[in-house]
């Protein structure tokens, strides 16, 4: 047993002793080597007339910004890029097993990739401080971290139920395809890094590479729904509330004298979510949103709800010497009939013909008794109490018209 581990232990000193590790002057003679006849204006490949491949990944960090009234997209992320370039190959036996090494941007060659539709000014990807890792086989990986800025064109029609997709298209500047040609890894970004925003939810990406344009291209593309909740909650539903308290004038009593300043007051008060909901959105007439035209239907029947008030109480309050036409004698009492209809059964004694004579005559001297000349007052209470459910149903016909046209079009 002794001797089996004498062995087994002079065998693991024998490994440990024989392993050696690259030193400083290993890496140091390495990198002298390397660029002693190194041009990096030149682009890799020891045939000049094939391309150099090009691996473009892109990795998603956050949504930085997402200006719908100037257009303004910018995301945070990091590509991958590889390629090949043979004169940076070596053998790592010679140098004491170093397999990998690092080296300034500026000192070798690397592809001049930029976004050809930024927002505001065009620049390369990579800064001074960042580095290119080159393994023993040639194989590089450069790894530029940038806030990429594009324009994005806005369709804000179903705002705030709305989908946007934005576009940053990456090249190669002053190359053609059979010189450098991108090709993208995958076919999406990844985002392993990638941290939620709070009012867009990022539904789908895609990369794609094309030479269609004569030039080699990369189309990074953001599909995003946004969280229509902070909208709703602070937009849709107040003014769905105001609409249903500016029904409510009718209820007031002219007598109050508040019934002009009250109506006036919800007609302000919509108004002001009409500004609001125009500073989040494009100052385009095309496309316009349906949140807009449902503001602006909402503030017409708030005016006109005014108009109708100022009317009603016009004749609230209009002289009795004026006699009511019979058209609103006959309103007034459809809507007495309406509200005070109750159910008759009564039980009459069996008379002659003298007694239903006379109790028809009483019967129809008491009707005229009872039905006195309609008053401009008992016009007004009847309007009131029919514009009441007219604009209740009008309200709730609007509401249901307008979700359901953003469903189905959405």
């Given at each position: 047993?002794k001797t089996a581990m004498?062995?087994?232990?002079?065998f693991m000193?024998t490994?440990?002793?024989?392993?050696?590790?690259?030193?400083?002057n290993?890496?140091?003679?390495?990198h002298?080597t390397l660029?002693?006849?190194?041009?990096?204006?030149?682009?890799?490949?020891?045939?000049?007339?094939?391309p150099?491949?090009?691996?473009?990944t892109?990795?998603l960090?956050?949504?930085q910004?997402?200006?719908?009234v100037?257009g303004?997209?910018?995301?945070i992320?990091?590509?991958?890029?590889?390629?090949?370039?043979?004169?940076m190959?070596?053998?790592?036996t010679?140098?004491?097993?170093?397999?990998t090494?690092?080296f300034?941007?500026?000192?070798?060659?690397?592809?001049?990739?930029?976004s050809?539709?930024p927002f505001?000014?065009?620049?390369q990807?990579?800064k001074d401080?960042?580095?290119?890792r080159?393994?023993?086989?040639?194989?590089?990986?450069w790894s530029p971290?940038?806030?990429?800025s594009?324009s994005c064109?806005v369709d804000?029609?179903?705002f705030?139920?709305?989908?946007?997709?934005?576009l940053?298209?990456?090249m190669?500047?002053g190359?053609?395809?059979?010189?450098?040609?991108?090709?993208?890894?995958l076919?999406?970004?990844?985002?392993?890094?990638?941290?939620e925003?709070?009012t867009?939810?990022?539904?789908?990406?895609?990369?794609?590479?094309?030479?269609?344009?004569?030039?080699?291209?990369i189309?990074l593309?953001?599909?995003?729904?946004?969280?229509?909740?902070?909208?709703?909650?602070?937009i849709v539903?107040?003014?769905?509330?105001?609409?249903?308290l500016?029904c409510?004038?009718f209820?007031?009593?002219p007598?109050s004298g508040?019934?002009?300043s009250?109506?006036?007051t919800?007609?302000l008060?919509i108004?002001?979510f009409m500004?609001?909901t125009?500073?989040?959105?494009?100052?385009?007439?095309?496309?316009?949103?349906?949140?807009s035209y449902?503001l602006?239907?909402d503030l017409?029947?708030?005016a006109?709800?005014c108009?109708?008030t100022m009317?009603?109480?016009?004749?609230?309050?209009?002289?009795?010497?004026?006699p009511v036409?019979?058209?609103?004698?006959?309103?007034?009492r459809c809507?007495?009939?309406?509200?005070?209809q109750k159910?008759?059964n009564?039980?009459?004694p069996?008379?002659?013909d003298e007694?239903i004579?006379?109790?028809?005559?009483?019967?129809?001297?008491?009707?005229?008794?009872a039905d006195p000349?309609?008053?401009?007052?008992?016009?007004?209470?009847a309007?009131?109490?029919l514009?009441?459910w007219i604009s209740?149903v009008?309200?709730?016909?609007s509401?249901?018209?307008?979700?359901?046209?953003?469903k189905?079009l959405v």
């Amino acid at each position: 047993m002794k001797t089996a581990m004498r062995i087994y232990l002079t065998f693991m000193l024998t490994t440990v002793i024989h392993v050696s590790c690259s030193s400083m002057n290993d890496v140091s003679n390495l990198h002298t080597t390397l660029l002693q006849n190194y041009n990096s204006e030149v682009r890799p490949g020891d045939n000049q007339f094939l391309p150099t491949n090009v691996n473009v990944t892109f990795n998603l960090v956050a949504i930085q910004e997402f200006d719908e009234v100037d257009g303004k997209f910018a995301v945070i992320g990091f590509f991958e890029v590889t390629w090949v370039d043979s004169r940076m190959s070596w053998n790592p036996t010679d140098y004491n097993n170093t397999y990998t090494m690092l080296f300034s941007q500026d000192v070798v060659w690397k592809p001049t990739l930029l976004s050809i539709n930024p927002f505001s000014k065009i620049d390369q990807l990579g800064k001074d401080f960042m580095t290119v890792r080159y393994y023993y086989n040639g194989f590089a990986y450069w790894s530029p971290g940038e806030i990429l800025s594009s324009s994005c064109s806005v369709d804000v029609t179903f705002f705030p139920f709305d989908q946007q997709t934005c576009l940053i298209t990456l090249m190669s500047w002053g190359t053609w395809p059979n010189e450098i040609l991108l090709q993208s890894t995958l076919t999406n970004f990844k985002m392993g890094f990638y941290s939620e925003h709070g009012t867009w939810k990022i539904s789908s990406t895609s990369a794609v590479d094309s030479t269609t344009t004569g030039m080699s291209v990369i189309d990074l593309s953001v599909t995003m729904e946004r969280r229509p909740a902070f909208f709703v909650v602070n937009i849709v539903l107040p003014v769905m509330f105001l609409m249903g308290l500016n029904c409510c004038v009718f209820i007031l009593p002219p007598e109050s004298g508040e019934r002009v300043s009250y109506s006036i007051t919800v007609l302000l008060a919509i108004a002001v979510f009409m500004t609001l909901t125009g500073d989040n959105l494009p100052k385009t007439s095309e496309p316009m949103s349906l949140l807009s035209y449902f503001l602006m239907s909402d503030l017409v029947f708030s005016a006109v709800i005014c108009l109708i008030t100022m009317l009603g109480l016009r004749l609230h309050y209009k002289d009795d010497k004026h006699p009511v036409p019979s058209y609103l004698k006959r309103l007034v009492r459809c809507c007495k009939c309406s509200s005070n209809q109750k159910p008759r059964n009564d039980v009459r004694p069996f008379c002659t013909d003298e007694k239903i004579v006379q109790f028809s005559d009483f019967n129809r001297k008491d009707n005229m008794s009872a039905d006195p000349d309609v008053s401009w007052r008992d016009v007004s209470k009847a309007l009131d109490t029919l514009l009441l459910w007219i604009s209740i149903v009008g309200l709730v016909i609007s509401i249901i018209s307008f979700f359901i046209i953003l469903k189905k079009l959405v």
